[in-house]
């Protein structure tokens, strides 16, 4: 029998079961403010997105480095609520299981008697509750949004009686854990599948898998009359081991007789990169490619930056315009290494950091998967080695050592990852499509149940 209902009077909570109180959060949660001050400890905690919190030796070479002075720090304690003052709007919120000291931008909020304080961690995930709580913040830019712990502490909130609250938190507790384990399984598959793309990519265009014997043993086994025979053929031929030799290059290794290992510079009819200004972005101009467009083969142009069409005509002369067939290669910043492949005869230009590769009498989709490769990709990071900001420069991409087979390997070996990493990239795709469903659903339950649309079973 369904439960009756009650409109809860709070917008974003909707209703609630009857017998349920609404009211301020600070009559269920208190913040602790406790500095570390003289030193009770030195485990330090960090607050992470995907892990909750954690102590920051766990984390990581990643984000902010930890003070040397503990002093600045605050307590944190076992099952304490611990908040990002910064980021809660997002979610940035996690339920400690260990005594330390945190941040002091962070907020730490305890359970007052007969309150689950897993309950209220659940109630701060909630997208409906980090909406009602940006109306509360304050901040210049989007990202720095800042709202005070005594807005929080003032918003009503659900408040089901203790026996449910630990109900509630027992469900969801084994529910979510459930769902997250689902979710780390298929993220172990994508990376997986994109470490089996990568070993399939190399051994393609080092020319370790023959690939022009295992097309003609498939071309074979398509032309052969019934079931029965395309899988005696397939069990029964044998590709022809092709005579290796040693490139002399330690991360090649062998390469086909025949092939050549040569400088880039002796491969591609001309390397450049983009313009070495950044002009000013217009509302509606022409195309402007930056790294954050090369993702693969085309670009996304309908998030593509825009210059005025003065601005494109100078750069245009100064060799700046990227070209159909050129292979795009990030050269600085973060994403240094990326590769893409322009496909569609569209008038813009690029960046500085932004390299464009160029070829007219080689296959440009093959050496587009020699840069992605890490015959190509482990000289990028020995080149980037000890340096502070990551950047390659055209003069060392010149330098780099590439591989040279036959043209018409370099046609067959392009087809072959062609098909085989559509393949593998729409098993990933389909990874995170389930990834996203568990995650909206995880929300939902989440949302159902501490506002008691749901009832645990």
């Known amino acids: 029998m369904a439960r009756k209902m009650r409109d809860s009077g709070v917008e974003w909570i909707g209703e609630v079961p009857e017998g349920w109180e609404v009211n301020r959060l600070q009559w269920h949660l208190e913040e602790l403010v406790e500095k570390n001050d003289p030193i009770q400890t030195t485990n330090i905690l960090s607050l992470t997105n995907d892990r909750g919190v954690i102590p920051y030796e766990d984390k990581g070479n990643v984000g902010n480095k930890a003070k040397e002075n503990y002093t600045e720090y605050k307590l944190a304690y076992k099952n304490t609520i611990v ?10 919120v996690g339920l400690s299981k260990y005594d330390g000291c945190v941040s002091p931008v962070y907020y730490i909020y305890k359970s007052k008697d007969s309150n689950s304080i897993r309950y209220y961690n659940y109630l701060f995930q909630l997208t ?16 720095r949004l800042r709202v005070s712990s005594s807005d929080i502490l003032k918003r009503s909130v659900p408040a089901p009686s203790f026996s449910e609250q630990r109900r509630i938190a027992d469900y969801l507790d084994e529910k979510c854990a459930a769902i997250d384990g689902a979710v780390c399984e298929l993220k172990r598959g994508i990376e997986d599948c994109k470490a089996w793309k990568k070993a399939i990519i190399f051994e393609a265009v080092t020319g370790k898998a023959n690939v022009l014997a295992a097309s003609a043993c498939a071309i074979r086994r398509r032309n052969c009359y019934g079931g029965q025979a395309a899988t005696a053929d397939k069990k029964n031929a044998k590709v022809a081991k092709r005579q290796m030799r040693d490139s002399g290059i330690p991360w090649i290794g062998e390469i086909p007789e025949g092939w050549e290992v040569r400088r880039l510079k002796f491969i591609f009819d001309e390397i450049t990169d983009g313009s070495h200004f950044s002009p000013e972005g217009v509302a509606d101009g022409m195309p402007y490619v930056t790294a ?53 005869q569209v008038d813009c230009v690029a960046l500085s950091s932004v390299a464009m590769l160029r070829t007219k009498k080689y296959c440009n989709r093959f050496f587009m998967y020699v840069i992605f490769s890490e015959l190509l990709q482990k000289q990028i990071m020995l080149a980037m080695a000890g340096s502070a900001m990551p950047r390659i420069t055209i003069s060392k991409l010149n330098e780099f050592l590439g591989v040279l087979p036959p043209l018409p390997e370099q046609q067959a070996i392009a087809d072959y990852l062609d098909e085989k990493c559509a393949a593998i990239d729409a098993l990933v795709a389909e990874k995170e499509k389930l990834i996203a469903d568990l995650e909206t659903y995880k929300k939902s339950l989440i949302f159902e149940m501490v506002t008691g649309k749901r009832e645990v079973a």
Do not use: H, W
Request: contains cysteine; glycine residues 12%; neutral net charge.
């Open 83 to 92: 908040a990002n003052s910064m980021n809660v709007l997002i979610g940035s």
């Open 128 to 143: 409906p509750f980090q909406k009602e709580l940006r109306r509360y913040a304050n901040g210049i830019l989007e990202i």
């Open 292 to 344: 954050t467009d090369i993702r693969g083969v085309g670009i996304d142009f309908t998030k593509v930056k825009r210059i005025s069409e003065t601005d494109y005509n100078e750069l245009v002369n100064n060799g700046c315009k990227v070209q159909l067939g050129d292979i795009l290669l990030v050269k600085d910043g973060a994403t240094t290494g990326r590769v893409g492949l322009m496909v569609e």
